[in-house]
């Protein structure tokens, strides 16, 4: 089946054409007069155009013995996650586009870098032992077309251990300051984290 995936990248990579129709998570593409029934995650889905409308997809193919099924993306970082996570023993494309579906590209990044598993098991399907699975299969994989997003979730994971090394040096424990650091949005600084955190844990 790896092999049938491999081969498939190389078969239709790309589809432009007119969109016909959009039936979640499925559309239809009109290229040169052949009608494409492909399958995006709804990331890809929610940036669509209109009916009638041009659009472009990069596309990954997926040959079985039953089917040739294709699926689309709008952007070369969410194929590619695509295609890390179906290189994952027992991932299938149906669950690899429900977590594209779940998170975005940038989330999902961030997540693997945190091995934060709480965010994919609020997707559908995922629960705790595949989540862990996913976030140490994804370490270090999730390839160049994501280098972007990882660097910004490297910058967070630094972020949330500082303010955790704060909270530690003011006296509160290790597994205070952990928890405390999830009531922190992601992407906030060192300062405003650490008040943040110690406002939570003056709540609890």
């Not at 996570?85 to 594209?100: C, D, N």
């Amino acid at each position: 089946m790896a092999r049938d995936r491999r081969a498939g990248w190389r078969v239709i990579g790309r589809v432009e054409g007119r969109l016909l129709e959009k039936n979640p998570p499925s559309v239809l593409v009109d290229a040169n007069g052949v009608g494409y029934e492909i399958d995006v995650p709804m990331s890809t889905f929610y940036n669509l155009p209109a009916i009638g409308e041009r659009v472009v997809l990069l596309t990954h193919l997926t040959v079985r013995e039953d089917a040739h099924l294709l699926y689309g993306f709008g952007t070369a970082a969410e194929r590619s996650a695509f295609r890390e996570l179906i290189r994952i023993s027992g991932i299938g494309s149906r669950t690899a586009l429900a977590v594209l579906s779940g998170l975005s590209v940038d989330e999902l990044a961030q997540a693997v870098t945190l091995q934060e598993s709480g965010r994919l098991t609020r997707i559908p399907g995922i629960g705790r032992k595949t989540a862990e699975r996913l976030l140490l299969e994804l370490k270090g994989k999730l390839g160049a077309a994501i280098e972007g997003a990882g660097a910004t979730a490297t910058a967070a994971a630094d972020s949330g251990t500082d303010i955790v090394r704060a909270l530690v040096a003011l006296g509160y424990s290790e597994k205070e300051a952990t928890l405390a650091l999830r009531q922190v949005p992601a992407g906030t600084g060192v300062s405003e984290g650490i008040r943040l955190a110690l406002k939570s844990l003056a709540k609890s």
